[in-house]
């Protein structure tokens, strides 16, 4: 079955301490992102990369870091996470971004983080 | 700048209602247009894309959109809400410069009477 799955799907946290969201699709899509949902602010882009070891900042970047060291897998990295990045956390994948077939993200379910 | 506008946070419609959901963007020039749906607790679905050619789209699950360039409108709609339409949905828009990324309004809660 075509998915992008995320882990965990949720998790408490306390300021400061390291964390990572992983993120793997098994479609071959070369696009991967990572957005953020907030309560009346719609899906921010978090980070974005185009292709293995390709990555770049998007609207949000802040307090985030990402790698891109194999096609299928697109980590989420809070060095030491705040409170204000309480949010809930989706990964997203498509095959391109342009033509006919571009622009159809496919999203995991979700990450739901609380930091304390 | 680039943006997309969902004018209503919520709207309520009876089941078998019509529904009309609005989008309005801002954006340099033609852009691509989608409308997706995230159920709760769910991830975002795609439900209609425009890229170009006929103005009116059909869509998965009876909806469809209209794109009116005057208007600089993607509004959704659908003839007969079902109470499993009860969703959040959300109007994006791009990608068509270098950052690659769909800008997403802030959406569009909608709740149906039984």
């Given at each position: 079955?075509?998915?992008?799955?995320q882990?965990p799907?949720?998790?408490?946290?306390?300021?400061g301490?390291?964390?990572?969201?992983?993120?793997s699709?098994?479609m071959?899509?070369?696009?991967?992102?990572w957005?953020?949902?907030?309560?009346?602010?719609?899906?921010?882009?978090?980070?974005?990369?185009?292709n293995?070891?390709?990555?770049?900042?998007?609207?949000?970047?802040?307090?985030?870091k990402v790698?891109?060291?194999e096609?299928?897998?697109?980590p989420?990295?809070?060095?030491?996470?705040?409170?204000?990045?309480t949010?809930?956390?989706?990964?997203?994948?498509?095959?391109?971004l342009?033509g006919?077939?571009?622009g159809?993200?496919?999203?995991g379910e979700?990450?739901?983080?609380?930091v304390? | 700048a680039?943006?997309v506008?969902?004018?209503?946070?919520?709207?309520?419609?009876?089941?078998?209602?019509s529904l009309?959901?609005?989008?309005?963007?801002?954006y340099?020039?033609?852009p691509?247009?989608?409308?997706y749906v995230?159920?709760p607790?769910?991830?975002?679905?795609?439900?209609?894309?425009?890229?170009?050619?006929?103005?009116?789209?059909?869509?998965?699950?009876?909806?469809e959109?209209?794109f009116?360039?005057?208007?600089?409108?993607?509004?959704?709609?659908?003839p007969?809400?079902h109470?499993?339409?009860a969703?959040?949905?959300?109007c994006?828009v791009?990608?068509?410069?270098?950052?690659?990324?769909?800008?997403?309004?802030s959406?569009?809660?909608?709740?149906?009477?039984?």
């Amino acid at each position: 079955e075509a998915q992008v799955t995320q882990n965990p799907r949720y998790l408490i946290t306390v300021t400061g301490k390291k964390l990572t969201v992983t993120c793997s699709q098994n479609m071959n899509h070369e696009y991967m992102s990572w957005y953020r949902q907030d309560p009346g602010l719609g899906l921010r882009q978090i980070y974005y990369s185009m292709n293995v070891e390709v990555t770049d900042k998007g609207d949000v970047p802040e307090g985030y870091k990402v790698s891109r060291k194999e096609k299928r897998n697109f980590p989420l990295i809070l060095e030491s996470p705040s409170p204000n990045q309480t949010s809930l956390y989706f990964c997203a994948s498509s095959l391109q971004l342009t033509g006919t077939s571009g622009g159809t993200l496919f999203f995991g379910e979700g990450s739901r983080l609380t930091v304390l | 700048a680039q943006s997309v506008t969902q004018p209503d946070i919520h709207i309520t419609v009876s089941e078998g209602a019509s529904l009309e959901l609005r989008c309005n963007y801002s954006y340099g020039a033609t852009p691509y247009l989608f409308w997706y749906v995230q159920s709760p607790g769910q991830g975002l679905q795609l439900l209609l894309k425009y890229f170009s050619g006929d103005t009116l789209v059909q869509g998965i699950k009876g909806f469809e959109a209209e794109f009116k360039r005057s208007q600089s409108s993607f509004n959704l709609r659908k003839p007969s809400v079902h109470w499993s339409d009860a969703a959040e949905y959300f109007c994006a828009v791009g990608p068509m410069d270098s950052s690659y990324k769909l800008i997403f309004g802030s959406g569009t809660r909608l709740l149906v009477r039984p």
